[in-house]
């Protein structure tokens, strides 16, 4: 990938920290979290709660799309651990801090400055990974990355995109469009809001 893609896809989502945003949905928002789903399954013993059909989850301005969303919570620390009762209704032995997000079919995550999109997209608290795949394009304003895999470390901000299609004119390599920062009011990066 060029050095021009990786400082797009870089600087349009070091924002906002990404690993803030996908495990809270909106960086630095005390709002509650607020999902739909036509169902909902809580499985205790797992201690995962899965939203299916249609989801959508809202925070603040932040939201996340996709036909399925799982939350992995971190299981407590043993019988002494006092019972919570964590995202989704999962109960028990199981805290309320998400230990993975998976988010599968038609994902789609849009804040005020910018919109992921992709097939799947997994969040991995301990290594403060996302990674999206399957046509995945993010867009800020009028600049657009597209790639078959997007991979951010949270923690730092680096981002990398990649793709199955290797050397110069094959179909579906990594792919940058960006407007120079004299054909955009507010410059190359303007915050536009989010169309689904």
Same mark, same amino acid.
């Given at each position: 990938?060029?050095?021009?893609?990786?400082?797009?896809?870089?600087?349009?989502?070091?924002?906002?920290?990404?690993?803030?945003?996908?495990? /809270?949905?909106?960086?630095?928002?005390?709002?509650?979290?607020?999902?739909?789903?036509?169902?909902? /399954?809580?499985?205790?013993?797992?201690?995962?709660?899965?939203?299916?059909?249609?989801?959508?989850?809202?925070?603040?301005?932040?939201?996340?799309?996709?036909?399925?969303?799982?939350?992995?919570?971190?299981?407590?620390?043993?019988?002494?651990?006092?019972?919570?009762? @964590?995202?989704?209704?999962?109960?028990?032995?199981?805290?309320?801090?998400?230990?993975?997000?998976?988010?599968?079919?038609?994902?789609?995550?849009?804040?005020?400055?910018?919109?992921?999109? @992709?097939?799947?997209?997994?969040?991995?608290?301990?290594?403060?990974?996302?990674?999206?795949?399957?046509?995945?394009?993010?867009? /800020?304003?009028?600049?657009?990355?597209?790639?078959?895999?997007?991979?951010?470390?949270?923690?730092?901000?680096?981002?990398?995109?990649?793709?199955?299609?290797? @050397?110069?004119?094959?179909?579906?390599?990594?792919?940058?469009?960006?407007?120079?920062?004299?054909?955009?009011?507010?410059?190359?990066?303007?915050?536009?809001?989010?169309?689904?």
């Amino acid at each position: 990938m060029n050095r021009t893609a990786t400082v797009l896809i870089a600087l349009a989502l070091s924002a906002e920290p990404a690993g803030v945003a996908l495990a /809270q949905l909106a960086p630095s928002s005390n709002a509650p979290i607020d999902v739909t789903a036509d169902e909902l /399954q809580a499985q205790n013993q797992q201690c995962v709660a899965t939203w299916k059909g249609s989801v959508e989850a809202r925070q603040g301005t932040s939201r996340l799309r996709a036909d399925t969303l799982s939350i992995y919570e971190k299981v407590g620390a043993g019988p002494s651990q006092p019972q919570t009762q @964590g995202v989704g209704g999962v109960s028990g032995k199981c805290g309320s801090d998400p230990e993975k997000l998976i988010a599968d079919g038609s994902v789609y995550y849009a804040t005020p400055q910018e919109v992921v999109k @992709g097939d799947h997209a997994v969040y991995l608290a301990d290594t403060r990974t996302i990674t999206v795949t399957g046509d995945v394009v993010i867009s /800020q304003g009028r600049n657009v990355v597209v790639g078959d895999m997007l991979v951010i470390n949270t923690d730092t901000g680096q981002a990398t995109m990649e793709s199955t299609a290797k @050397g110069r004119g094959q179909p579906g390599r990594v792919r940058a469009v960006i407007f120079p920062s004299g054909n955009q009011a507010g410059g190359i990066f303007p915050s536009a809001p989010a169309n689904p």
